[in-house]
């Protein structure tokens, strides 16, 4: 029986799945995966949990900064801030989920992180998304036509919801035989779980997910006593 696709869900605003995405191929070769790329819109899984994303926080903004330069280093990858963020990652999804072979849209996603995250480049309008296809080889006027038809555009919805299901309520996260790892620093945690060296339990999570609550945060926070 064949093994499951590593299915990465994905937004181009997050630096986090940028950092993961360069990770990934070499993480499927290693376990006999396919790797799936899922573009998904990130803040349509932040207004559906109820969150907001880091650079909507203006001390988190500057720390993600710091944090995926520091990671960045660490992996050896190029890193250059794109022109604007938070910024539109709309387009770029949206042609992304244009593409139905798989390999092609390994190849896109690659192309258009590398721009976005690697050399600093906006990924936002036609222009700058058109380059981006043309260069790593794609027919740009048709992707970008495609792009703009509902049945494209429902794609990237559909994946949004399908990943909601699931338990994703962020970027970057890999789902894969029942299970969903979010965040570059879960990446060990799907290899030891790919191997079949999961520490965690049903035992264990039946515990916390049983845990009662005894606080909650409302609306009319009080200062602390």
Known sequence: MASSPLRFCLDYLSPYAYLAWLRMPAIAARHGRTLEPVPVLLAG?????GSV????????????????????????????????????PLLSLRVTAAVDDVEA?????????????????????PEQVGAVLTAAGFDAPALLAAAATPEVKGRVRRNTEEALAQG???????????????GVDSLGHLE???????????????????????????????PLP
């Open 53 to 88: 994303g880091p650079a909507e926080i203006p001390a988190k903004r500057v720390y993600v900064f710091k944090q995926t330069f520091r990671i960045a280093h660490e992996q050896g990858a190029p890193f250059a801030p794109p022109p604007s963020h938070p910024f539109n």
């Open 168 to 182: 994703t309520f962020g970027v970057p996260s890999v789902l894969v035989d029942g299970e969903m790892f979010w």
């Open 45 to 49: 899984l932040l207004n559906a949990v």
């Open 105 to 125: 849209r390994t190849r896109l996603v690659t192309a258009l992180y590398t721009a976005a995250w690697g050399e600093g480049r906006g990924v936002e309008t």
């Open 192 to 222: 030891r779980f790919l191997e079949g060296r999961d520490p965690l339990t049903p035992a264990d999570l039946a515990r916390w997910q049983h845990l009662p609550a005894t606080a909650t945060r409302g609306q009319d926070r009080k």
